[in-house]
């Protein structure tokens, strides 16, 4: 599915069509709004309400009593269901990162991919002991396991 996605992303943000000047502005202006709402709190986490995966995502943040942020960006990333601002939110992250899929955590402003996938993704973060020092880094492991 990871292909569809790319290419649905843009497309959905109304990349290709004809005011494509509007749609580099809107994407501009995406990226801004994202490298403020990552930065601003120490994780960040990009999600649809209606994911199991980031479903998933949240509820091993908070067994691991990690401090966090949620940004749903709408109910899931179908036509209707997607929120306002969305769609080239979505597209943003899929030029930031390359991922467009959703969850899509962010640790001290970095990009570290959903749940099971990324650079180095959530879970395995977890799993080879990177997650402990991304967090200490953010200083986000005031009440966390970690600490």
Do not use: C
Request: aromatic share 8%; net charge neutral.
């Amino acid at each position: 599915l990871k292909p569809v996605f790319k290419f649905l992303a843009p497309l959905q943000a109304k990349a290709g069509g004809s005011d494509d000047e509007g749609y580099q502005n809107e994407l501009e202006a995406a990226i801004r709004d994202i490298k403020a709402e990552t930065t601003k709190d120490n994780v960040v986490v990009y999600t649809y309400e209606l994911s199991p995966f980031s479903s998933e995502t949240l509820a091993l943040l908070n067994s691991l009593k990690v401090e966090y942020k949620e940004i749903s960006l709408g109910k899931e990333w179908i036509p209707g269901l997607i929120g306002p601002g969305g769609p080239i939110k979505r597209a943003a992250l899929l030029e930031m990162t390359g991922q467009s899929s959703l969850p899509h955590v962010f640790v001290g402003g970095k990009a570290i991919g959903g749940l099971f996938s990324g650079k180095p993704g959530l879970l395995p973060a977890l799993q080879n002991g990177e997650l402990p020092n991304l967090l200490k880094n953010a200083q986000t492991s005031r009440n966390s396991v970690f600490e």
